[in-house]
């Protein structure tokens, strides 16, 4: 049985995908078993939870942190920079909550291995 979930972000550019999602049949206070973001590698096609550290929210743009690097985005565009890496990765803000089957297959077998 699948786990239930909806997207709230999908970014991305010719090489990543940035997401974030949220599990809908979860009753749990502890918000990492409800937010997840993952950054999928569209050349490896692998996909990777990020660990979450904090988000801040602007006037014009967020913030998310994460022990893996980075994320700067509007409802338009985002960056993401690597801890590994200095190049900054721009990104495109979708706004659109259907992600392709591959990453929803990959999600689906993370959660169900989680």
């Known amino acids: 049985m699948n ?10 550019n010719s090489k990543i995908a940035l997401i974030e999602i949220k599990i809908d049949t979860i009753e749990t206070n502890n918000l990492d078993k409800i937010f997840y973001w993952f950054l999928y590698d569209k050349t490896e096609d692998t996909l990777q939870r990020l660990d979450f550290q904090s988000s801040h929210l602007h006037n014009n743009y967020e913030e998310r942190h994460f022990e893996q690097g980075y994320l700067r985005f509007t409802n338009e565009v985002g960056q993401y920079t690597a801890d590994t890496e200095t190049e900054v990765s721009k990104l ?23």
């Open 3 to 12: 786990t239930t979930y909806h997207t709230l972000y999908y970014l991305e």
């Open 92 to 114: 495109v803000n979708n706004q659109r909550l259907f992600l392709p089957e591959n990453i929803i297959s990959y999600i689906n077998k993370y959660l169900k291995e989680h």
